[in-house]
């Protein structure tokens, strides 16, 4: 959501845009523009403008988002407008989502409740491998690497854990606590350290900000960075 009268509003939009890719993959994305109702404003180039921002991010993130919207509205109690549209909007995107009307397997309810049990077990590095999870969705009735890849997609899409089944390198790196990865790429941001200078931070750094992480996952949590 951003503020139709913000010209610069499309440069916050990319931030989070990119923040969104690093958190989830293969969602809706709806982009919505208020105070449609401001004199200030020409509904042609209101038009034009979410025109462009569809164009520019169907382009930029095919890949993580199949679906990206755009709709203006305003929210004000005297002049609202296009609420009614926004809502028809939501509503056909989610109806048209494969999984909408899909019983969920029991095997599927089981995999979550395992997959929670390991980030307890887990909680300093709440990772697995592949191997890993497929042995785990093999435990609980998963017979097949596609149908844990199916149950973990879910999840993933669920917020229950972080999986990126389209990263060659990523998709050995199943995070089970959500948290812990923005606990993770937090320390980045910190004030507690003085390693960032000038708003750069240099490869040889992360070394000692990630130093209470293993060595042997520093270049996957550097490539997530860039993922």
Same mark, same amino acid.
């Given at each position: ?12 939009l ?24 401001d004199?200030?404003?020409?509904a ?10 569809k ?22 109690p ?23 009307g ?6 599927? !309810?089981?995999?979550?409740?395992? @997959?929670?049990? +390991?980030?307890?077990?887990?909680? *300093?590095?709440? =990772?697995? &491998? ?11 009735g ?25 990263d060659?390198? !990523?998709?050995?790196?199943?995070? @089970?606590?959500? +948290?812990?990865?923005?606990?993770? *790429?937090?320390? =980045?941001? &910190?004030t ?21 992480f ?10 997530l960075?860039?993922?």
């Amino acid at each position: 959501m951003f503020n139709l009268l913000d010209s610069t509003a499309e440069e916050t939009l990319d931030f989070w845009m990119n923040s969104l890719k690093a958190r989830v993959r293969q969602c809706p994305i709806v982009i919505v523009g208020t105070h449609l109702d401001d004199k200030a404003l020409n509904a042609a180039d209101v038009d034009q403008r979410l025109a462009a921002i569809k164009s520019r991010f169907t382009v930029k993130f095919s890949r993580a988002f199949p679906v990206i919207e755009c709709l203006a509205v305003s929210c004000s109690p005297s002049k609202p407008m296009n609420i009614a549209e926004l809502r028809s909007a939501i509503e056909t995107i989610i109806s048209a989502q494969k999984h909408i009307g899909v019983q969920v397997p029991h095997s599927y !309810l089981l995999m979550e409740d395992y @997959l929670k049990e +390991q980030a307890k077990v887990k909680e *300093m590095l709440p =990772l697995l &491998t592949e191997n890993e999870l497929l042995a785990i969705g093999h435990t609980v009735g998963l017979k097949t690497k596609q149908e844990v890849i199916s149950c973990t997609r879910l999840l993933h899409q669920a917020g229950a854990i972080v999986y990126f089944d389209d990263d060659a390198m !990523l998709k050995d790196f199943v995070v @089970l606590n959500p +948290q812990w990865l923005t606990n993770m *790429m937090s320390t =980045l941001f &910190t004030t507690k350290h003085r390693w960032v200078k000038n708003g750069i931070l240099t490869y040889s750094s992360l070394g000692q900000i990630w130093r209470s992480f293993p060595t042997d996952i520093h270049a996957t949590l550097l490539h997530l960075l860039a993922a």
